[in-house]
T-cell receptor, first 116, second 112 residues
């Protein structure tokens, strides 16, 4: 069965509005989760590492004030895209590392964001 | 930054054919991972490799961790229609960091 769920699976919003995407760990306690972005026909690019109870760590070039990450519990991380623009339209995927030190990650089903 | 060079970019094959794809890097990796992604879904882990030289199978899939720790290949034998999708290699650089980096993917198409 699924290890990671995401909600919503797709969302359409207007430019300038904010959108929140939820990522839930179903079977594991998650002190760390990852957020990726994937543009059409491209690979997954890591945006940030979500840390339970502390600030997220953002990859170079990712605006932390635009992509707000909250990891308030061991089963839930949220990504809020603030003041969305059409260029933020993408497939957002979260993942959960499950093998201590192994690098293995289980991915959520993704959220398709379209900004009009 | 570190890069994974994955090839081929795409493949068009007949059902029943064997498939081979690989990833190389100038960096040494602690772990190599192979994922498959279907349209509109998240990647699914196929095979994880932990030791240099390791050869691991998962059904019709076989993957190997190169002896230099800088490359890996994935083979699919006797392809079937449900093998269609994008295959990504991914590597973990450091054992203390769960972050992984992805190759650009290999798109597998099966001709009717």
């Amino acid at each position: 069965g699924a290890v990671v769920s995401q909600h919503p699976s797709w969302v359409i919003c207007k430019s300038g509005t904010s959108v929140k995407i939820e990522c839930r760990s179903l079977d594991f306690q998650a002190t760390t989760m990852f957020w990726y972005r994937q543009f059409p026909k491209q690979s997954l690019m890591l945006m940030a590492t979500s840390n339970e109870g502390s600030k997220a760590t953002y990859e170079q070039g990712v605006e932390k004030d635009k992509f707000l990450i909250n990891h308030a519990s061991l089963t839930l991380s949220t990504l809020t895209v603030t003041s969305a623009h059409p260029e933020d339209s993408s497939f957002y995927i979260c993942s959960l590392p499950v093998g201590q030190g192994s690098g293995e990650q289980y991915f959520g089903p993704g959220t398709r964001l379209t900004v009009t | 930054g570190q890069q994974l060079n994955q090839s081929p970019q795409s493949m068009f094959i007949q059902e029943g054919e064997d498939v081979s794809m690989n990833c190389t890097s100038s960096s040494i990796f602690n772990t190599w991972l192979w994922y498959k992604q279907d349209p509109g879904e998240g990647p699914v882990l196929l095979i994880a490799l932990y030791k240099a030289g390791e050869l691991t199978s998962n059904g019709r899939l076989t993957a190997q961790f190169g002896t230099t720790r800088k490359d890996s290949f994935l083979n699919i034998s006797a392809s079937i229609p449900s093998d269609v999708g994008i295959y990504f290699c991914a590597g973990q650089l450091a054992i203390w960091d769960d972050k992984i980096i992805f190759g650009k993917g290999t798109r597998l198409h099966i001709l009717p």
